[in-house]
């Protein structure tokens, strides 16, 4: 049963269109491209990666799909903000943000979206 617990996991995000997300995390959110195939991306992130594979579906999950832990969250949204990146605005129970930003047991995130509407954080943890 260790098999799987010591199997490196690759996360996976659907996308509607796989040129256009390469384009995007790639272009916009600066990420390094590890390698791709005709049916699929896959980026590195620090030492983790991720793929996206191109399918009708892509963008209909109303949750967050990845999630950054940042040093800097502030610095990292300037950053992102300067791309062109727009982040989410939330005033719900449970979950309220103020210029993007929710804070949480000295925890802080923002979210934003992929061009197909998927759902993306970027956090800061307490002593990152």
Known sequence: MAMLADAPLLAVIPVTDLERAKRYYHDTLGLTLAREGAEEVVFRCGSTEFGMYETPYGGQAGHTLASWKVADLDTEMAELRGRGVVFEEY???????????????????????????????VNELPGA
């Open 91 to 121: 005033d719900e129970p449970g979950l309220k943000t103020l210029d993007g930003v929710a804070e949480a047991d000295g925890m802080r995130a923002a979210w934003f979206k992929d061009p197909d509407g998927n759902v993306l954080c």
